[in-house]
């Protein structure tokens, strides 16, 4: 079958206005980080995918002409080039808890990054009209429909800014997932944008922000686990409800759940009655577990797409117990099991062909810094 498991070595380089020791977030002292080399070339990017009868083994060189181009404003800029980690998000329970006047769904969910990312490269471009973006997948946009762009536009738009970009989208996370991959892309991008223009905005200001591109987007300026309310936007940071080395295997079929689709079969008198804070207490104290791991668009995703309610039952049949929850993440399509980075032996059967896989853990950032690469990706 062809599958997918995702490793990469690039090396990640962060840069951030302040830099900190271990110590409490209420103590914490800023101190000038140093700026990047400017001559600092793009790693080489590689993809692969397995060949089938029906695939072919795909090899992806970005465009050589993106560090020349960089090259032309290296010299003078104090930061020319910078590589940043952009990790997607599983909601450990999502609540939807009323139909709101303007037509959106309030919810409640706890979010948290996992250690599955893309990696974006971004080099200032001697442009001073247009940003350039590349992919290392086919499908992406490339203009303004792409929630990098977005950013980039709202970054300039707000600041005054007058830089434009040439960037490079090394793509992991699968899209129509339920993970989050656009929003955590245009947070990054919101990051960089201001790391380039020497951090003339806030965190705050960056998270605020961001709510004008998607109602994710603001989580990924949390630490890496908040409770999110309202539709998302509303962020509250929250100390680590799990430990951070717990394994997971994250299994998406081809097929991906439009958001759209599934709030439109979505029926409030079908949804849990649980307290969110009763769930959101429950794993802060004893961990997660399939009672606790609610998500309220699983009945009306599985009503969209009937083979992700049998992927789910499945999954939970072949564990036989070595996964401690397995629920849809989001708005789908993506199962996870929480507890093994090992997915199910059925998986490996022709039904299952083209399921894409991944193993992953939690992760979290350090205040003032950007999410770093896991090691053990």
């Not at 083994?57 to 993106?66: G, L, R, S, T």
């Not at 490079?168 to 996370?173: A, E, F, Q, T």
Request: charged residues 20%; glycine residues 6%.
């Amino acid at each position: 079958m062809a599958f997918s498991y995702y490793f990469w070595n690039h090396n990640v380089f962060l840069t951030s206005c302040n830099s900190f020791t271990k110590t409490s977030l209420s103590s914490l002292k800023p101190r000038v980080f140093p700026s990047l080399d400017p001559k600092l070339q793009f790693p080489r990017t590689t993809s692969f995918v397995k060949a089938t009868s029906k695939q072919l083994e795909i090899v992806y060189d970005p465009d050589e002409k993106i560090n020349k181009l960089a090259d032309e404003v290296g010299n003078e800029a104090p930061l020319s080039r910078l590589t940043l980690f952009s990790p997607c998000k599983i909601n450990i329970f999502l609540r939807i808890t009323n139909k709101r006047d303007d037509g959106y769904h309030d919810l409640a969910s706890l979010f948290h990054v996992i250690s599955l990312g893309d990696i974006i490269n971004f080099a200032l471009s001697p442009s001073n009209s247009k940003d350039r973006l590349s992919t290392s997948v086919s499908g992406v946009p490339l203009d303004e429909k792409n929630l990098i762009i977005k950013a980039l536009n709202l970054y300039r738009k707000k600041t005054g800014s007058d830089k434009f970009f040439l960037i490079h989208l090394d793509k992991k996370v699968p899209t129509g997932a339920g993970l989050g991959g656009g929003s955590s892309n245009a947070a990054t991008a919101l990051w960089a944008a201001n790391q380039f223009n020497g951090c003339v905005a806030t965190e705050r200001e960056l998270q605020e922000w961001s709510n004008e591109i998607g109602s994710d987007v603001p989580f990924f300026f949390s630490h890496g686990a908040a409770y999110c309310t309202g539709r998302g936007e509303v962020v509250q940071d929250i100390p680590l409800p799990v430990p951070l080395d717990i394994p997971m295997v994250l299994i998406k079929p081809q097929e991906a759940c439009p958001t759209a689709e599934v709030y439109k079969r979505l029926r409030l008198d079908q949804t849990s009655k649980v307290d969110p804070l009763t769930l959101l207490e429950k794993i802060s104290k004893n961990g997660v577990s399939q009672d606790v791991c609610i998500n309220d668009l699983e009945t009306p995703a599985f009503e969209f797409l009937p083979t992700l309610k049998g992927l789910k039952q499945r999954v939970v049949s072949a564990s036989r117990g070595e996964y401690d929850a397995v629920f849809m993440s989001g708005s789908g399509s993506t199962i996870v099991g929480i507890g093994s980075p090992h997915p199910p032996q059925f998986i490996y059967d022709d039904d299952y062909n083209d399921v894409f896989l991944s193993e992953a853990n939690f992760i979290t950032r350090q205040a003032g810094q950007w999410y770093r690469e896991s090691p053990s990706t």
